[in-house]
C-alpha cells in the first residue's frame, strides 16, 4: 500500500548534486588569480644547497636567494590553504546533500503515511457501508424466506382440510347410500305386515341412525384431531387450540375429553401469540358446556385464554 515518490526524489537529489557541481566550478585556485613572483625562477633544491653552502656569498646573490625560498614557502602556504578551503566546501557539499536527501526521505515517508492513512480510512468507510448493505439484504432474505414458508404450511394444511373434508362427502354419500339400500330392502320384506313390525322397524331405523351419526361423529373428530396435532407440530398453536375447542362443541361427552382438555392448555401455553376474537369465543363456548365437570381444567383454561386474548 505504500506509494514512495521515488522520481520526485531523485530529481531533487540530482539538483542538489549539479548545485554543488556548480558551485566547485566557480572556485578558481588563488595561485591563478595572483601569481607574485612571476617572473622569478624557483631555484631547484641543487642550487639552493651550493647557495647555502658558499662560502663567501654577496650580499645580493644572498638576498635573491632568500626571496625565492620566501616566494616557495607562500605558494607551499597558498597551496595548503586552497586545499584546506576545497576539503571545508567538499564536507560542507556532502553534508548539505545528505540533509537535503534525508529531508526529502522524510517529505517522502510523511505523504505516504498521509495517503495510506487515507486509504486506510477509505476501506474502514466502504468496509461498514457493505457490511450494513449485507445485513439489511441478509434480513430482508429471512423474513422473505419465513414468509414462503409460512404460506407453505398454510397450504399444505388448507390441502389436507380439502382432502378430508372430500373423503367425508365420500363417506357421507356411502352412509347414505347403504342407509337407502337397507331402508328399501327393510321396506319390501316389511311391506306385508307393515303394522305388525313397525316398532322393530322404527327400532331398527333409529339403531343405524345411531350408527351413521356415531361414524359421522367418528370421522369428523378424527379429521379435528389430525388438524390439531398437525398444527400442534408445525408450532401453529392458535389453530390447534380453536380445533380442540370444536372437538370438544361436536362431542363434549366423549372418552377423551379429560386428554383434549389436557392438550387444549398445553397449546395455550406454548402459545405466543394472541387469540383473535372469534378464536376466543369458540373456546368460550366450549368451556360453558361444561357446568360442574372438569373445573380445574376450565378455570385453568378461562385464564388462559383471558391472557391471550
Not at 644572498?62 to 590553504?81: F, H, M, P, R, T
Not at 356415531?214 to 398453536?237: P, R
Not at 366423549?254 to 369458540?282: A, D, F, R
Request: hydrophobic fraction near 35%; charged fraction near 25%; glycine fraction near 2%.
Amino acid at each position: 500500500m505504500k506509494k514512495f515518490l521515488l522520481p520526485q526524489t531523485a530529481f531533487l537529489i540530482s539538483i542538489s548534486i549539479v548545485i554543488g557541481f556548480s558551485f566547485f566550478g566557480q572556485i578558481r585556485p588563488i595561485s591563478a588569480q595572483t601569481e607574485p613572483y612571476s617572473n622569478t625562477k624557483t631555484p631547484s633544491p641543487t642550487e639552493i644547497i651550493s647557495i647555502t653552502d658558499s662560502p663567501s656569498p654577496t650580499f645580493s646573490n644572498s638576498q635573491g636567494q632568500i626571496d625565492e625560498l620566501w616566494a616557495i614557502n607562500d605558494k607551499v602556504d597558498i597551496i595548503s590553504e586552497y586545499k584546506d578551503r576545497m576539503m571545508n566546501t567538499v564536507q560542507w557539499s556532502i553534508g548539505s546533500v545528505i540533509t537535503i536527501f534525508t529531508f526529502m526521505l522524510f517529505i517522502n515517508w510523511f505523504t505516504s503515511y498521509r495517503q495510506n492513512k487515507n486509504e486506510l480510512n477509505a476501506f474502514k468507510k466502504t468496509t461498514l457501508e457493505n457490511i450494513t448493505k449485507d445485513s439489511e439484504k441478509l434480513k430482508n432474505d429471512l423474513t422473505e424466506t419465513l414468509e414462503l414458508k409460512f404460506n407453505e404450511i398454510i397450504g399444505q394444511i388448507d390441502q389436507k382440510l380439502e382432502g378430508t373434508n372430500k373423503q367425508i362427502d365420500q363417506k357421507l354419500k356411502d352412509i347414505n347410500k347403504q342407509t337407502s339400500d337397507k331402508l328399501e330392502d327393510i321396506n319390501k320384506q316389511t311391506s306385508d305386515n307393515f303394522e305388525r313390525n313397525k316398532k322393530q322397524i322404527e327400532a331398527t331405523i333409529e339403531s343405524q341412525m345411531s350408527s351413521i351419526n356415531d361414524d359421522i361423529l367418528k370421522l369428523k373428530w378424527g379429521q379435528m384431531k389430525t388438524i390439531a396435532q398437525d398444527s400442534e407440530s408445525e408450532k401453529i398453536y392458535t389453530n390447534a387450540a380453536v380445533q380442540y375447542a370444536r372437538m370438544i362443541i361436536l362431542n363434549p361427552n366423549h372418552w377423551e375429553v379429560n386428554q383434549i382438555l389436557e392438550l387444549l392448555i398445553n397449546v395455550l401455553t406454548l402459545c405466543k401469540m394472541n387469540l383473535g376474537p372469534s378464536y376466543v369465543q369458540t373456546i368460550e363456548n366450549a368451556m360453558d358446556l361444561f357446568e360442574n365437570k372438569y373445573g380445574t381444567y376450565v378455570d385453568k383454561i378461562r385464564r388462559l385464554v383471558k391472557e391471550k386474548a
